[in-house]
């Protein structure tokens, strides 16, 4: 089946060490998305890719950074990542030219210790 | 940023009961989506509306786009216990490519 896909679905790491979460998709979708949701809340919308073209949200903190050397996969790098980071990151997909749906990964539980 | 009023913001019904939420904005969408999301999960999506007043069932679930089309309603019917999650709406404008997410619907069954 078509699907996002998140790896890995729990990250450890430790105050101020580098992460990087991955999302793949099998949709050929040329939109994908980064959000962060904290505690049952709305997810925020950190930046989206339309193909090669990056669009960064205006409150998205300088710390998190994005990648995305194909149509498939995307990466969320946090540079720095501090105890406020500490949230489900998601990954999600559309497709410019089709009926404007959003399909969304498992999620990215990160833990900062 | 911006974000959609979702109401009730949480709710316990019993099983078998039928349940209603409903979202609003202040801005003209071209498409609503409905999704739920289970504990440590992505949104699942589980109904996209396209055209005001259009009203599309995926089993017990009903959604409607208001023809206002500044509001959009789920309806479940004769709820089952894993019904239970968070329901979030999300609304677009063509061409923007961004989803602007309601508050959440936090629905509990007790069987």
């Known amino acids: 089946d078509a699907m996002v896909i998140q790896n890995p679905r729990y990250q450890v790491t430790q105050f101020g060490k580098p992460v990087t979460l991955s999302c793949s998709q099998t949709?050929?979708?040329?939109?994908m998305y980064w959000y962060q949701q904290k505690s049952s809340q709305a997810p925020k919308l950190l930046f989206h890719y339309y193909d090669k073209d990056f669009n960064n949200e205006a409150d998205t903190p300088d710390n998190f950074q994005s990648r995305r050397p194909n149509t498939s996969f995307c990466f969320l790098d946090i540079r720095s990542p501090g105890l406020g980071d500490a949230a489900m990151y998601l990954c999600a997909t559309s497709r410019v030219g089709g009926p404007d749906t959003q399909y969304f990964g498992p999620g990215t539980r990160l833990t900062v210790l | 940023g911006q974000q959609l009023n979702q109401s009730p913001q949480s709710m316990f019904i019993q099983e078998g009961e039928d349940v209603s939420m409903n979202c609003t904005s202040s801005s003209i969408f071209n498409t609503w989506l409905w999704y739920k999301q289970d504990p440590g999960e992505g949104p699942v999506l589980l109904i996209a509306?396209?055209?005001?007043?259009e009203l599309t069932s995926n089993g017990r679930l009903t959604a409607q786009f208001g023809i206002t089309r500044k509001d959009s309603f789920l309806n479940i019917s004769a709820s089952i216990p894993s019904d239970v999650g968070i329901y979030f709406c999300?609304?677009?404008?063509?061409?923007?490519?961004?989803?602007?997410f309601g508050t959440g619907t936090r629905l509990k069954v007790l069987a």
């Open positions: 509306l396209y055209k005001a007043g």
């Open positions: 999300a609304g677009t404008t063509s061409g923007t490519y961004k989803y602007i």
């Open positions: 949709l050929n979708h040329n939109v």
